[in-house]
């Protein structure tokens, strides 16, 4: 499986940005989806995560600030960020695997397929 991130920029505090993880291939069904974020100088960490059949799992940090979604299209998972802050700065992954439970979400290690990042930034 191939992904492909996009959708990053630079946007105030407080605005929005909706990244996409497109595959090369159908997820629904198949693939749980991540999102993973590495600030500067700092580890890569989990953010959100979508299983195949639809369950999402997220950091507390981005509760109720960010979705992680599935439209009509198998092959797109998308993540709508609202009232941003200066912390969610970072380069954002997506990941796939298969047979992910939803208390795995958060293991790095659970995830054979990564894409490249898109980079957001949050200015004050």
């Known amino acids: 499986v191939q992904l492909q991130a996009s959708g990053g920029g630079v946007v105030e505090t407080g605005g929005s940005l909706k990244l996409s993880c497109a595959a090369s291939?159908?997820?629904?069904?198949?693939?749980?989806i991540a999102w993973y974020r590495q600030p500067p100088g700092e580890q890569r960490s989990f953010v959100a995560g979508?299983?195949?059949?639809?369950?999402?799992h997220y950091t507390p940090s981005v509760e109720g600030r960010f979705t992680i979604f599935r439209d009509n299209d198998p092959n797109t998972v998308y993540l709508e960020m609202k009232s941003l802050k200066l912390e969610d700065t970072a380069v954002y992954y997506c990941?796939?695997?298969?047979?992910?439970?939803?208390?795995?979400?958060?293991?790095?290690?659970?995830?054979?397929?990564w894409g490249q990042g898109t980079q957001v930034t949050v200015s004050s």
């Open positions: 291939e159908a997820t629904r069904g198949v693939h749980s």
């Open positions: 990941a796939a695997g298969s047979g992910i439970i939803l208390s795995s979400m958060g293991n790095p290690n659970a995830y054979a397929y």
């Open positions: 979508i299983s195949s059949d639809g369950s999402t």
